[in-house]
């Protein structure tokens, strides 16, 4: 898979600072466990080098990228190690040309509109947004996705980001990936709790995928009509009708189905931040989708079915 597209794909970049090399499959492991399976290591300190070393050659599943690059040496040095992507904290004309030359992807950051110029000027659209928190979050990458939008230019915000504002970024389409040291921090590396890696990681995972059950669809039979079930639930609960033409909802949530929609009794539809995201962590859990339920409107992808049934009921995922 494409390096960019595994780390769009993944959403989540764990940013670590490796104090000693001992540190390094530990926590690569507790970070892949979680299901992301990318990391920066940053040069920052001596044993960055040999932790990108190490990781590349023991887990060659996990995407391994090098941050803090600030000359084409630190580049050098990094892909020699066996990082695959650059991450660099400012633009420098000379460690892109040196990666773009290298066929090695790089993310420079970049918070002004003529640093991002430059950048697509050089062929890049996606970006490093750093230090995110500081350069006015969320809000300031919204504001410059209006003048840029139409350049397909995406942002991997990192900095200031934790658990407790990474929702705010999640279910944005022109956030390729948010990065940030949560996710392996120093206190858990300085203690050797790597359980705790894990579950930062873990409930990271869950606040991107943001998944949300919208509403529960119900086949209708030959003794139940679609009337029939609608009328039941609004009777006893005032929820109201809504008729369309495959299917009646009462409420917003219980939808009742025509002429026997997917799944043994009905589906249970799920929303989600982002469809493609979903869909490939839901892969690496073992469970597949239906590509012919794919629908796409206005050309992005707005729903799809997975192949698996859960007690008689399909499930619809949805694009929020």
Known sequence: MDTL?????????????FDSIDQALPAAKAIQKSGIEVIEVTLRTEAGLDAIKKIRES??????????VLTVKNAQDAIEAGASFIVTPGFSQEVVKY???SNIPVTPGCVTPTEITMAIDMGLI????????????????????????HTGLSFIPTGGISQSNLSEYADKPFIHAIGGGWLCDSKSLKNEDYDNIFEVCKESVDTLLGFEVDHLGINSTEDESTDTIVSIFDRAFNLGIKRGNSSDFAGKNIEVVKDNGR?????????????????????????TIDEESLKIKNGKKIAVYLNDLVGGFAIHLLQK
């Open 5 to 17: 597209k595994k780390i769009g794909l993944t959403g989540l970049v764990p940013v670590v600072a």
């Open 59 to 68: 887990m060659p599943d996990m995407l391994v990228g090098a941050g803090t």
């Open 99 to 101: 990666c773009k030359d």
């Open 126 to 149: 996606t970006l490093k947004f750093f230090p995110a928190s500081t350069y006015g979050g969320i809000k300031a990458c919204n504001a410059l996705m209006g003048p840029f939008k």
């Open 263 to 287: 799944g043994k009794n009905g589906h249970v539809a799920i929303r989600t931040n982002n469809l493609d995201r979903a869909v490939y962590y839901l892969g690496k859990r073992g469970y």
